[in-house]
Structures are given as C-alpha cells and as structure tokens.
C-alpha cells in the first residue's frame, strides 16, 4: 500500500516562500515519477512540477518557472516542492501524485496530466495572501 503524505503548506504574504514535502511510504520500485499539481477554488487541477527518477528530468509549469524548484532526497524517500517569491495565483489546494515507471519508460510531456499519477496525497491548503 502507498502512502503519500504532503506537508509543509500554509498561509504566505505574497513574496514569501514556504517548502512542501511528500513523504513516501510503501514504495519498492527504483523509477518514477512524483509530482505537484494544484488547484484553485473553480478551477481545474494542474500540473506544477514534476520529476523522474528514471532519467533524472524535472518539469515546470511555465507560471512557476525560475520561482519553484522540486527536488527530492532518497535516504527518507521525500520531494520538496520549494516554492519562492509566491504570488496569490499561486493559491490553492497542493496535491502531491505518484506513478511507478518501468524500465525505459519516461514520462516525459505527459508530465502534467492528473491521469498519468495513480497515487496522490490528500492535499495541503496553500493561501497567498496579504
């Protein structure tokens, strides 16, 4: 059984950082793909990062890029989602997702698609507000 638990969100002024964590349980396979989606009250969830362990990429949402950066440790199986210079568009509901790759399998540009992830977290509440 996999277990994703995500940590870390909360209420930021705009400008400010926090750094989410997905802390992985049950997990027995080498490559994969985890990652961050969003979603904001109305809106459809999407994709914001994401990384994949079997060829060492990392992706962005074009509204994140050079303000996000995903990185993950092995030794405790968690990835960080540190997120700077956050907007209040950056709002909303954090949902760490997960999906086990077989060898000479990537994800690639199908990165941001919710349908790839067969695991998810419960979410964490993300406010930027002043």
């Known amino acids: 059984q996999v277990h994703l638990v995500e940590s870390g969100g909360g209420l930021v002024h705009p400008g400010g950082s926090l750094r989410l964590s997905c802390a992985a349980s049950?997990?027995?396979?080498?490559?994969?793909?985890r990652g961050w989606f969003r979603q904001a009250p109305g809106k459809e969830r999407e994709g914001v990062s994401s990384l994949s362990t079997s060829d060492g990429s990392t992706y962005y949402a074009d509204s994140v890029k050079g303000r996000f950066t995903i990185s993950r440790d092995n030794a405790n199986d968690t990835v960080y989602l540190q997120m700077n210079n956050l907007k209040p568009e950056d709002t909303g509901i954090y949902y760490c997702?997960?999906?086990?790759?077989?060898?000479?399998?990537?994800?690639?540009?199908?990165?941001?698609?919710?349908?790839?992830?067969?695991?998810w977290g419960r979410g964490i509440q993300v406010t930027v507000s002043s």
């Open positions: 997702a997960h999906e086990r790759l077989p060898t000479g399998i990537f994800v690639g540009s199908r990165w941001n698609l919710p349908s790839v992830y067969t695991y």
């Open positions: 049950g997990l027995t396979w080498d490559y994969y793909a």
